[in-house]
């Protein structure tokens, strides 16, 4: 008799269990560092994962050893295939419209970032902080994503 009540509790714990729902379903894209040894910027998205051919937002922070100047230093989100080689859309780009002294913690957000429609099942984010006019590149991060479909 115990061994049935037992195997009821146990029985009744894994159909509670199963009726939860799993919050680690939906993985969080993980930005990291590029590999140029440059400052790695926190990137959040949403939504995450993205959606081809619609828009997204992302919001970009962080610490840089370099001066971001207001109209000069700006945001540049690339889509690119797996292999890094081939865009997949033209970038995306936005300028700094605040300065912020090196070591300064910044934060920069792109409101409507359009996602491509044309994404190839496995992709690559570039999230980069530069001077595009200067030609210097003062942070990166990347990540790799997998095509949702809208």
């Known amino acids: 008799m115990k061994n049935l009540i037992f195997v009821f509790i146990l029985y009744a714990t894994l159909l509670t269990v199963n009726a939860v729902p799993h919050q680690f379903d939906k993985r969080a ?3 990291i560092p590029c590999p140029d040894d440059l400052p790695s910027p926190n990137v959040i998205m949403t939504p995450d994962p993205l959606v081809a051919g619609q828009s997204a937002r ?3 922070s962080g610490t840089l ?4 100047v207001a109209n000069i230093a700006d945001l540049r989100i690339r889509f690119i295939d797996s292999t890094r080689k081939t865009l997949i859309v033209n ?7 605040e300065s912020f002294p090196r070591f300064t913690p910044f934060s920069i957000v792109a409101q409507k970032v359009d996602v491509p429609s044309n994404l190839t099942s496995k992709y690559t984010i570039e999230v980069v902080i530069e001077a595009k006019e200067l030609d210097d590149i003062y942070g990166c991060s990347m990540a790799d994503g997998k095509k949702i479909n809208s």
């Open 91 to 97: 970038p995306y780009y936005q300028l700094f419209n």
């Open 58 to 60: 992302f919001n970009v």
């Open 65 to 68: 050893y370099n001066d971001l």
């Open 29 to 31: 894209t993980t930005f």
